[in-house]
Nanobody
Framework: QVQLVESGGGLVQPGGSLRLSCAASGFTFNKYGLSWYRQAPGKQRELVALITRDGITNYLDSVRGRFTISRDNVKNAVYLQMNSLKPEDTAVYYC????????WGQGTQVTVAS
């Protein structure tokens, strides 16, 4: 079955960087787009970045220019490089694929605080 396992979250100071990873299995990875979502306390889950199977990317306006989504079709993984982090980036970050239905990872906590 589809499995998505996120890693790489943590506590970082404002202006710092983190790289999130999502290891995927249970489907033909190179045939599908994937995305990263985040959910802050008391807020709705929002789409942060997506990458198509052809490598086309798109971003939430508030992270464009700071975050970069990428994929490795050999390792079956998708990444989110986050630079110039701000306190408002604090959230649980989830990997997502729409494959018949939505599939989510367990999430990884990112906390940006001094």
């Amino acid at each position: 079955q589809v499995q998505l396992v996120e890693s790489g979250g943590g506590l970082v100071q404002p202006g710092g960087s983190l790289r999130l990873s999502c290891a995927a299995s249970g489907f033909t990875f190179n045939k599908y787009g994937l995305s990263w979502y985040r959910q802050a306390p008391g807020k709705q889950r929002e789409l942060v970045a997506l990458i198509t199977r052809d490598g086309i990317t798109n971003y939430l306006d508030s992270v464009r220019g700071r975050f970069t989504i990428s994929r490795d079709n050999v390792k079956n993984a998708v990444y989110l490089q986050m630079n110039s982090l701000k306190p408002e980036d604090t959230a649980v970050y989830y990997c997502h694929i729409l494959l018949g239905m939505s599939h989510w990872g367990q999430g990884t906590q990112v906390t940006v605080a001094s």
